[in-house]
Structures are given as C-alpha cells and as structure tokens.
C-alpha cells in the first residue's frame, strides 16, 4: 500500500523557515517523481515543486524560487521541502503527492497523495 506522510508544519513569523518532510512507503522509491503541494484557504492546490527521484531533476513554481529547495533522500524514502523566507501568502495546508509517470505541477499528474500540513505564516 502507497502511503505518504508530510509533516513539519506549524506556525512562524514571516522571515522564518520550516522544513516539511514528506515519509514514503509501499512503493519503489527511486522510481518516482515527487511534489509538493499547497492550498490555502479558499483556494485550488497549488504545485509548488517537484523532484525526479531517480536522476534528482527539480522543478520549482515561480511563486517559491528562490526560497524552497526539494531534496530527497533515498536511503530514508523522505522527500524534504526547505522554506526559508517564508510570507504570509505561504499560509497554507501543505501535501505531497507521488506518481511513476508524472511530473510537473499538475494535480492530475499525481495518483497518490498523503494528508497535508498546516503551514501558517503570520506578519
């Protein structure tokens, strides 16, 4: 069984960081491509980032560039999200998502997908 568990999430001032951490199971790792989501409130999910876990390639939307960084480790089967310089717009319940054949940002890319967490940023 697919199974995805981000955690990390809480509450920061803007200017902080987080890492979030997503832990994977049931499948071959090295073999998927994984993202990061976020949907704030009243809002569409929102691909944020990706990373090809098998040749490490990453993808970031604009709206993170500069300030997120994806890694994975694959020994541990975790995918990180590292936000430095976070704002309040970050505000958001954050998932990750896995998929053999997807890429990109597109939530349709994406077969599985873990609960979310909480990301609040305040002013």
């Known amino acids: 069984e697919v199974q995805l568990q981000a955690s990390g999430g809480g509450l920061v001032q803007a200017g902080g960081s987080l890492r979030l951490s997503c832990a994977a199971s049931?499948?071959?790792?090295?073999?998927?491509?994984i993202a990061w989501f976020r949907q704030a409130p009243g809002k569409e999910h929102e691909g944020i980032s990706c990373i090809n876990n098998d040749d490490g390639t990453t993808y970031y939307v604009d709206s993170v560039k500069g300030r997120f960084t994806i890694s994975s480790d694959n020994a541990e089967k975790t995918v990180y999200l590292q936000m430095n310089s976070l704002k309040p717009e970050d505000t958001a319940v954050y998932y990750c998502?896995?998929?053999?054949?997807?890429?990109?940002?597109?939530?349709?890319?994406?077969?599985?997908w873990g609960h979310g967490t909480l990301v609040t940023v305040s002013s």
């Open positions: 998502a896995a998929d053999f054949t997807g890429w990109g940002t597109l939530v349709g890319a994406y077969d599985y």
């Open positions: 049931g499948f071959t790792f090295d073999d998927y491509a």
